[in-house]
């Protein structure tokens, strides 16, 4: 894309300058995270606060988007050379599946509780414009979006070495193959007589 006129995505996050802020609430954010550190009940509300507070959840679906949009960059540079490719994408931003995975991705953003977990369903999002291994193109990704957002971080460290194991297996497996396809063609013929 040459810039950031000609890429809408751009173009709509610089439609909306980002706020400046409020003075006095920085400063009582400040006094509350101070008294929490002597204060417990200050803490859990400073907490309670954080996540739940409208500016908190638009901020984390914020950073989904960004995240999103970043990934989504390095896509198009991927596929910048094949039209056919990029005309694919294209069609998938537009599909309804899409729009219902990217509300789910921002509910669940609303919802994250760390900046990993927003990172991952950006990289689902992403994931699922362009065919590989990990999603089946007629995947209900919504869904996906909401089981990985259950999933702990070692839930996933899991799910990656189990597919790395698999990986492996299929190399060593197609290794085996071949040696025993070598060792079957090289032999001479047995003679039952």
């Known amino acids: 894309m040459t810039g950031k006129i000609d890429d809408p995505v751009d173009a709509s996050f610089e439609a909306w300058p980002e706020d400046s802020g409020d003075l006095g609430k920085k400063a009582s954010d400040l006094a ?9 009940p200050a803490k859990i509300v400073k907490i309670l606060i954080d996540q739940f507070a409208s500016p908190s959840r638009f901020d984390r679906i914020e950073y989904l988007l960004k995240a999103f949009r970043l990934k989504l960059n ?5 596929n910048a ?7 694919a994408v294209e069609q998938k931003l ?4 899409f729009s219902e995975a990217v509300s789910a991705a921002c509910e ?10 927003i990172e991952q369903l950006a990289s689902v999002l992403v ?11 007629g995947e209900d ?12 971080e070692k839930d996933v460290k899991v799910l990656v070495i189990r597919k790395q194991y698999r ?7 197609e290794k085996r193959m071949e040696c025993f396809s070598v060792t079957v063609c090289a032999a001479k013929p047995i003679d039952f007589r």
Do not use: H
């Open 94 to 97: 537009e599909s309804p599946q």
């Open 141 to 152: 990704i919504a869904l996906m979006i909401r089981d990985i957002a259950q999933l702990g």
């Open 108 to 117: 669940e953003a609303a919802r994250a509780t760390n900046a990993k977990k």
């Open 81 to 87: 050379g094949s039209r056919e490719r990029v005309t």
């Open 74 to 78: 390095i896509l198009d540079s991927q």
């Open 32 to 40: 509350l995270s101070i008294g929490g550190l002597a204060f417990t």
């Open 127 to 137: 994931g699922s414009l362009t065919p590989n291994e990990w999603a089946d193109p």
């Open 167 to 173: 990986v492996a297996a299929e190399r060593v497996g």
